[in-house]
C-alpha cells in the first residue's frame, strides 16, 4: 500500500484557516492598579516588594477610589548604604512605600490609611509631601518626619501635625 503524499499546492488549500492571532501583551502589573515599575528602586532598577503591602495599597485604593502615586517603593542596600539609611530602612525589605493620593491632602490621606487594619506604620512627610506606608508585623505606630526626626504621633501633638496648612 502506498502512502498518498500530501498536496502542498495552494489550489487545494481552499479553506481558509480561522483562529485569532491575539498576541497575550507582556504586563508588569502585579495587582489591579500597581506595577513592578511603581516600587522598582529607582537608582539600580532593582524589585523587591511584599504584596501584604501592595494589598494593603489596593484596600487604601478601594477606599478612596482616587489614584495612589508610588513615591518611593523598594530601595536597594547598596542605595539605602550610600544614603546613609539603611539602619530601619523598611523600603530595603520591600514592606514600605512613600505616596500621595491625587486629590486629596495628607492629612485625608493619613486618616483614610489609618482605617486599613494591615498598614502597620504611617508617617507623615509635610515638607516632601508623602505619606510613608508599611507593613511589618508589629503594632501600629504613627510619626510625622521633620528636620530627618521621627516624631511620634500622640494624642496631644496629633492634631498640630495633622492640620492642614
Not at 504584596?51 to 502615586?69: C, F, H, M, P, S
Not at 486618616?111 to 506606608?133: D, F, M, Q, V, W
Request: charged content about 35%.
Amino acid at each position: 500500500m502506498r502512502s498518498q503524499k500530501p498536496n502542498f499546492s495552494k489550489k487545494s488549500s481552499s479553506k481558509k484557516r480561522s483562529f485569532s492571532r491575539t498576541k497575550k501583551r507582556f504586563t508588569n502589573k502585579i495587582s489591579e492598579h500597581f506595577s513592578k515599575l511603581d516600587f522598582t528602586c529607582k537608582e539600580s532598577g532593582k524589585f523587591k516588594i511584599s504584596l501584604g503591602l501592595v494589598g494593603a495599597l489596593e484596600e487604601l485604593r478601594t477606599l478612596v477610589k482616587k489614584r495612589i502615586t508610588i513615591v518611593k517603593g523598594y530601595e536597594c542596600n547598596e542605595v539605602a548604604e550610600k544614603k546613609g539609611s539603611l539602619k530601619r530602612n523598611l523600603h530595603t525589605q520591600g514592606l514600605a512605600a512613600d505616596i500621595t493620593i491625587e486629590g486629596m491632602s495628607l492629612t485625608e490621606s493619613f486618616k483614610a490609611a489609618e482605617t486599613i487594619e494591615s498598614i502597620s506604620g504611617i508617617g507623615i512627610n509635610k515638607k516632601e509631601n508623602y505619606l510613608h506606608i508599611e507593613t511589618r508585623k508589629t503594632e501600629r505606630r504613627c510619626w510625622a518626619e521633620e528636620n530627618n526626626e521621627e516624631i511620634e504621633l500622640t494624642q496631644e501633638n496629633k492634631k498640630t501635625y495633622l492640620e492642614d496648612s
